[in-house]
């Protein structure tokens, strides 16, 4: 079974610093990933996905992800944090398009002035 | 872009009453529908899978005469939470795979307190 470990329950950063959110994921086949993002008291919204194509995902509001089959990590990174940044960061995997997507337990960014 | 509506955003029910949460896919047909639950600071815990016209897939664990779930069209799911205890009060989520784009799109959630 899949699943995704997300290391950090807590990444806190300066305004303007890089921003490094660590997930590992564990699959018996080739994953598709997601990093999703949430704001208090509502739904995900999506920042990038991983489908076999590129390893270097480009996202939403200068998000990035690369996926390293060796190291069976997909690492989301942003060059420079924004106060607007501070949310819950949440990776999930799924072993197959249309399957239900596993959720690590997420990490808090909190940006600091 | 998929867009997956929820209703309602939040309500407050007695102990021992039933609640409906509905998901809708807007602009797109969603033949599977995801339900979760989230409790405070903790991560989405899938509950079921929701197949159209089909009987929903529950996870261990997830007491599916509590939870009923139906999806008798491809744009409508919901979740029905029977005899309702304070213990079931969370942060109810769903989702909605959107084969045309290979994506998954969140419903804006419903928060279920019960007094």
């Known amino acids: 079974a899949q699943s995704v470990t997300q290391l950090g329950s807590h990444v806190s950063v300066s305004e303007g610093a890089l921003v490094l959110l660590r997930c590992n994921y564990s699959?018996?086949?080739?994953?598709?990933l997601f990093w999703y993002v949430q704001y208090p008291n509502q739904g995900l919204q999506l920042l990038l996905k991983?489908?076999?194509?590129?390893?270097l995902v480009k996202g939403i509001n200068g998000f990035e992800a690369e996926f390293k089959k060796s190291e069976t990590s997909f690492h989301l990174t942003k060059p420079s944090a924004h106060m607007s940044d501070a949310a819950e960061y949440f990776c999930?995997?799924?072993?197959?398009?249309?399957?239900?997507?596993?959720f690590g337990k997420g990490t808090t960014l909190s940006v600091s002035s | 872009g998929a867009v997956v509506s929820q209703h309602p955003s939040r309500v407050i029910c007695k102990s021992g009453t039933s609640v409906k949460i509905e998901c809708r896919s807007l602009?797109?047909?969603?033949?599977?529908m995801f339900w979760y639950r989230q409790f405070p600071k903790q991560s989405l815990m899938l509950m079921a899978t929701?197949?159209?016209?089909?009987?929903?897939?529950?996870e261990q664990g997830v007491e599916k005469d509590k939870f009923l779930i139906n999806h008798a069209s491809l744009t409508l799911s919901t979740l029905t939470v029977t005899s309702a205890h304070p213990e079931d009060s969370s942060f109810y989520i769903c989702?909605?795979?959107?084969?045309?784009?290979?994506?998954?799109?969140f419903g804006s959630g419903t928060r279920l307190t019960v007094v």
């Open positions: 999930a995997v799924s072993d197959q398009a249309g399957t239900a997507l596993i």
């Open positions: 929701s197949n159209e016209g089909s009987k929903a897939t529950y």
């Open positions: 989702s909605a795979h959107d084969r045309a784009h290979s994506g998954y799109t």
């Open positions: 602009d797109f047909q969603a033949t599977t």
């Open positions: 699959s018996s086949v080739p994953p598709y």
């Open positions: 991983y489908t076999s194509a590129a390893t």
